[in-house]
Nanobody, 119 residues
Framework: QVHLVESGGGLVQPGGSLRLSCAAS????????MRWHRQASGKERELVAV???????TYVDSVKDRFTISRDNAKNTVYLQMNNLKPEDTAVYYC?????????????WGQGTQVTVSS
């Protein structure tokens, strides 16, 4: 089993910054594609950012130039640096990864961390 634990969320004013962390139980961050998602109240879960094992990154248009996904392989942790936060960024943020288990592939999620952007 892979366990993912998000942290770093909280209440911040518009224009502020937060850094989210996703700590993985296994040594998988260096070899797996890691993803950040968010789900605002009453809305569908949205893919926010992706980082591959090779370091390539992808972002949803609404967060480009504001959010940065990165990883620390030694700490087995993925980060999401969020700058210039806007009220529409308010959501529960989750990290995820896909891992082969035997002959099958499983999708793993953390339990999420709440980000609230409000004045």
């Amino acid at each position: 089993q892979v366990h993912l634990v998000e942290s770093g969320g909280g209440l911040v004013q518009p224009g502020g910054s937060l850094r989210l962390s996703c700590a993985a139980s296994g040594n998988i961050v260096s070899t797996n594609t890691m993803r950040w998602h968010r789900q605002a109240s009453g809305k569908e879960r949205e893919l926010v950012a992706v980082i591959t094992s090779g370091g390539s990154t992808t972002y949803v248009d609404s967060v480009k130039d504001r959010f940065t996904i990165s990883r620390d392989n030694a700490k087995n942790t993925v980060y999401l640096q969020m700058n210039n936060l806007k009220p529409e960024d308010t959501a529960v943020y989750y990290c995820s990864t896909v891992l082969a288990v035997g002959s099958r592939y499983n999708l793993y999620w953390g339990q999420g961390t709440q980000v609230t952007v409000s004045s």
